[in-house]
Nanobody, 122 residues
Framework: QLQLVESGGGLVQFGGSLRLSCAAS????????IGWFRQAPGKEREGVSS????????NYADSVKGRFTISRDTAKKTVDLQMNDLKPEDTGVYYC???????????????WGQGTQVTVSS
C-alpha cells in the first residue's frame, strides 16, 4: 500500500520561500511519477508541477514557471517542491500525488497525500 505525506507548509511573507516535501511509504517514490497540486478556498484543484519516475522530465504550470522547482531527493527519498518568490495567489492546500505519468491533470494520479497548508501574506 502506497501512502504519501506532505510536509513543509507554513506561513510566509510575499516574496518569501518554502520547500515542500513529499515522502512515500510502501513501494516507494521511484516507482511513480509525482505531481504537486494546490487548491485555494472556493477554487478548483490545479496542477502545479510534476516529475517523471526518472526525474528527467518535469512540468510546471505557467503561473509558477521560473519560481518553483521540483526535484527528487534520492538520499531522503522524497520529491521536493522549492517555491520561491511566493505570492498571495500561491496560497492554498498543497497536495502531492503519485501516478503513472507526469501530467498536471489530477485524474492521472491515483494516490494522494492529505495536503499541507501554504499561506502567503501580502
Amino acid at each position: 500500500q502506497l501512502q504519501l505525506v506532505e510536509s513543509g507548509g507554513g506561513l510566509v511573507q510575499f516574496g518569501g520561500s518554502l520547500r515542500l516535501s513529499c515522502a512515500a511509504s510502501g513501494l516507494g517514490l521511484p516507482y511513480y511519477a509525482i505531481g504537486w497540486f494546490r487548491q485555494a478556498p472556493g477554487k478548483e484543484r490545479e496542477g502545479v508541477s510534476s516529475i517523471s519516475t526518472s526525474g528527467g522530465s518535469t512540468n510546471y504550470a505557467d503561473s509558477v514557471k521560473g519560481r518553483f522547482t521540483i526535484s527528487r531527493d534520492t538520499a531522503k527519498k522524497t520529491v521536493d517542491l522549492q517555491m520561491n518568490d511566493l505570492k498571495p495567489e500561491d496560497t492554498g492546500v498543497y497536495y502531492c500525488a503519485a501516478g503513472r505519468g507526469g501530467s498536471l491533470l489530477a485524474r492521472m494520479y491515483h494516490t494522494w497525500g492529505q495536503g499541507t497548508q501554504v499561506t502567503v501574506s501580502s
